[in-house]
């Protein structure tokens, strides 16, 4: 008899120890009884056991029987491979090599493309610190991404972590013009919805410039709720059909044109002229303010246009408009980019020819009243005339 080994747990340590103890009897009929119905119990649950652990086993071998031909089946491959070891490392550095071939033949492909959408966003940043450098494609398969290398003020950063709203729309654009300009794209048009949103004046203006140089090759629409692209427009008198999409009731949609500001005002003034229901005083102060609004727009336009196309900074001209506040003032400005004394302004319209003068006296002194001219029309006319020398020739 010896002690239970260590794995026998449960029922055969139990029968075991019982078996173990008779080790302390003396009397061999108390030996041969213990023997017997020790044993007895001892060999029941040993047999107990020995059908668990079967079931255990035949269990098990069920489990790894698909697992063990699965195996069986892989490892002939799988030393083949190690036979090729030399080989299959040769396969991956061919395989980076080509992914790398790849991505530089995709990349100076890009190229013309990344060109266009560096100046792009050249001209849209107007004033931004942000500069856009090289655009690089990288990565495989569904992996593959668009590398910006932008720079802050020269130092290298993440583009989303330091542009504004507004510079992240120029930046798409500046990224998806390229692509409708392509030769190879199917489609004569382009359609951009709220472009202007986020952007500050300076963006809107580089924006209309954009949009311009693409509707010669593309035909362009735009939707948006802001009036800041439509003034742009006008303000550089870039050519544009814009026209007002209004939703009634009963989802009743109409279309209209819109004129600018200069249009509108001459309209204006031209009715109040031919009316015939208003004391001639009343509609000469009234038709005199209409003109002077045109004149004045008139003047912003060209005197915008040209100090923007010089490169004076956005902020510097409105700043400029904001603290001009006199007609001739203005006037002046839109005719020599500069203040210049009075008579170089009564030089400048004299060289027109009287009727200049006329226009412009309207225009200056009307809104203060005075007798009203006998051809109140003839004047307003003589006013369109002079705002057209003034967007054509100024």
């Known amino acids: ?50 059908t668990e652990a079967a079931a255990r086993l035949s269990e098990l071998e069920d489990q790894w029987r698909p697992l063990a031909v699965r195996l069986a089946a892989w490892i002939p491959r799988a030393r083949a491979v190690l036979a090729q070891a030399d080989a299959l490392k040769s396969v991956k550095a061919a395989r980076t090599w080509l992914t790398k071939q790849a991505n530089a033949l995709r990349t100076e492909e890009l190229r013309p493309m990344a060109d266009r959408s560096t100046e792009i966003w050249n001209r849209l940043r107007q004033e931004s610190n942000v500069s856009l450098g090289p655009i690089t494609l990288a990565g495989t398969g569904n992996m593959k991404r668009v590398l910006l290398d932008v720079e802050v003020d020269g130092s290298e950063t993440s583009a989303l972590g330091v542009m504004s709203q507004g510079e992240l729309h120029s930046l798409a654009l500046a990224l998806f013009l390229p692509r409708v300009l392509a030769a190879r794209t199917p489609f004569g048009f382009v359609v951009i919805d709220d472009p202007v949103q986020s952007m500050d004046p300076a963006k809107v203006d580089g924006l209309a410039r954009v949009l311009a140089d693409v509707a010669r090759h593309r035909q362009v629409v735009v939707f948006t709720h802001d009036t800041r692209l439509r003034d742009a427009i006008s303000q550089l008198q870039l050519p544009a059909s814009v026209l007002e999409v209004t939703r009634q009731e009963r989802s009743i949609v109409s279309v209209r044109p819109v004129e600018d500001e200069v249009s509108r005002a001459l309209a204006d003034a031209r009715a109040v002229a031919a009316s015939i229901d208003l004391p001639a005083q009343a509609a000469f102060v009234v038709a005199a303010g209409l003109c002077r609004t045109a004149l004045e727009a008139a003047c912003v336009e060209v005197l915008r246009r040209k100090l923007l196309g010089h490169g004076e900074p956005y902020a510097e001209v409105e700043s400029l408009l904001r603290s001009t506040r006199a007609l001739g003032e203005v006037v002046t400005l839109a005719a020599f980019g500069a203040p210049r004394p009075r008579t170089d302004l009564n030089d400048l319209l004299a060289q027109q020819g009287p009727w200049a003068r006329e226009a412009f006296a309207l225009c200056n002194r009307g809104v203060h009243g005075g007798p009203p001219p006998a051809d109140l029309g003839s004047v307003v006319g003589k006013v369109e005339r002079l705002i057209r020398v003034v967007r054509r020739d100024w």
């Open 1 to 50: 008899m010896t002690p239970a080994p260590p794995w026998a747990v449960g029922d055969i340590a139990t029968a075991w120890e019982a078996w173990n103890a008779g080790r302390e009897l003396t009397d061999p009929l108390a030996v041969a009884e213990h023997l017997e119905r020790a044993g007895a119990v001892l060999s029941e649950a040993c047999d107990a056991a020995r």
